[in-house]
């Protein structure tokens, strides 16, 4: 059967007492729109439709900047409830489909599994109307799920409408849903506005039940799917609870966490077997970490790719590619375009930004190596610095293999150091260094050598 989607991101959430957005606060490194959107991700036979509302521009564009064209939006103004977000999508997917689903932005833990399994049992008990619930003790909020002694939902009370006995209910409803296409759209103009002038989607219920239909409900077997964010408590519990499946599904992969508890690993991360993660390590982006590497504690590493069997302490890289059998650390800095060949060494303090470092090169502690290319098995001495920058530009140092780099060596580009050349400690080096050459002093000079 055909299904369309619909997902409901128009709310305000005054409650995340925030200037951004709610459905743009970000859950595991992305924002929960986008987040909740996987869920839905090849499910739908047509682009899913984004209802949007308040700040509907800036949360379009954040949308449009990472799907690019795959997904339909509407707009409601007024936001007039959640039975009229859905109303807004009529123009788009009336007539389209079989059965709608309607899942909401604020709550990114419902899995694509559960998805599917509301849809198969609305087919397989030929409800008109299948909806989500979690058994839970905390109410959070959410309404109460009646059944009737045949398992069918009778109705879903609202908790500010329970009566005591109602509010012992531990099946709370979840606000995600799977509905008949055709009852749908015919039943939206028999909603009723509450108090406040706002229309829900849960009474949509109460017209099932009336006509005789059914309703049928789906108990998420994880109840962590089921939380939702309304202020930034849920929103630590969300992240919280994200995270650790993650980690979980990366454990069971063969990747060792010596504490998951305070490790952080984005969705778009690549992990290889018998990776080992410290704690306080965070990986971010599109990081892809190779096998047998050890990653940690205390490191942040972002849209960077290490090779096998290297090691980062205490460091942070960002856009860095890092060869195999590196050794990093503690303390040391990958900045943007820094390119680590395999079997490299950084010391602790060293900084190294849009530069290679050939194979086998050793990069001692409190050095910095800039706009630089570094042949094969160069030291680059401690306190060594490329001064790539005059004020308005950036210039290039360039050094060949088998260089030796004294400690506290100011290299002043352009520069360009030859093979098997070496510096003294404390050069100054302002002029190009020949092959085979020894300079010393400031400014440096080739060492006379005396017969």
């Known amino acids: 059967m055909t299904i369309a989607s619909i997902m409901l991101a128009a709310g305000q ?7 951004l957005p709610k459905v743009l606060h970000k859950v595991l490194g992305k924002p929960m729109v986008l987040q909740a959107l996987t869920a839905v991700e090849g499910l739908a036979d047509i682009p899913p439709v984004i209802i949007l509302g308040h ?3 800036e949360v379009r564009a954040a949308i449009e900047a990472e799907v690019k064209g795959a997904v339909q939006f509407a707009i409601q103004e007024p936001q007039l409830g959640t039975g009229h977000a859905v109303m807004c999508a009529r123009e788009l997917l009336e007539g389209k489909s079989e059965q709608v689903l309607i899942t909401f932005a604020d709550m990114p833990l419902l899995s694509k599994e559960s998805i599917k399994s509301i849809v198969k049992l609305r087919e397989d008990t030929q409800s008109v109307m299948t909806i989500t619930t979690v058994m839970s003790e905390e109410s959070r909020g959410f309404g109460r799920v009646i059944r009737g002694d045949d398992g069918s939902v009778l109705a879903i009370v609202e908790e500010a409408d329970c ?6 209910v531990r099946e709370k409803n979840t606000s995600a849903y799977c509905i008949d296409a055709a009852w749908l759209w015919k039943s939206l103009d028999q909603l009723k506005p509450s108090a406040k002038g706002e229309y829900y989607i849960t009474d949509l219920v109460a017209l099932a039940v009336a006509e005789g239909k059914r309703v049928s409900a789906y108990v998420l077997t994880d109840p962590t799917e089921g939380l939702g964010i309304n202020d930034c408590v849920d929103l630590a519990d969300t992240e919280r609870a994200l995270r650790m499946r993650v980690n979980r599904e990366w454990m069971r992969k063969g990747v060792s966490f010596i504490d998951p508890f305070t490790t952080i690993v984005e969705g778009d991360v690549e992990l290889g077997m018998d990776v080992t993660l410290y704690p306080n390590t965070i990986l971010a982006g599109k990081t892809k970490i190779g096998s047998n590497s050890v990653i940690g504690p205390n490191t942040y590493l ?8 290297s090691t980062i302490q205490y460091s942070v890289a960002e856009s860095a590619q890092i060869g195999n059998h590196v050794s990093m650390g503690p303390f040391a800095r990958l900045r943007k375009g820094a390119v680590l060949k395999d079997h490299v ?3 602790n303090f060293g900084e190294v930004k849009d530069s290679v470092l050939g194979e086998g090169t050793k ?10 290319d570094i042949g094969q098995n160069v030291n680059i001495g401690a306190g060594t610095i490329t001064c790539n ?8 140092t360039e050094i060949g293999d088998n260089v030796f780099i004294g400690s506290d060596t100011m290299l002043v580009a352009p520069l360009k150091i030859g093979k098997n050349a070496s510096t003294g400690a404390g050069a100054v080096v302002i002029k190009d260094v020949p092959e085979d ?4 002093g400031v400014p440096a000079k080739p060492l006379e050598r005396k017969d």
């Open 13 to 19: 959430g005054t409650r995340m007492r925030s200037a």
């Open 389 to 396: 920058y005059d004020g308005k530009n950036k210039h290039h």
């Open 437 to 440: 050459t020894q300079v010393v």
């Open 302 to 309: 972002t849209d960077t790719v290490v090779g096998e069997s």
């Open 55 to 57: 700040a509907a521009d």
């Open 345 to 347: 060494h950084i010391g």
């Open 163 to 168: 009566t005591p006995e109602q509010l012992l």
């Open 363 to 372: 990069m001692g502690h409190f050095s910095y190596i800039g706009n630089a």
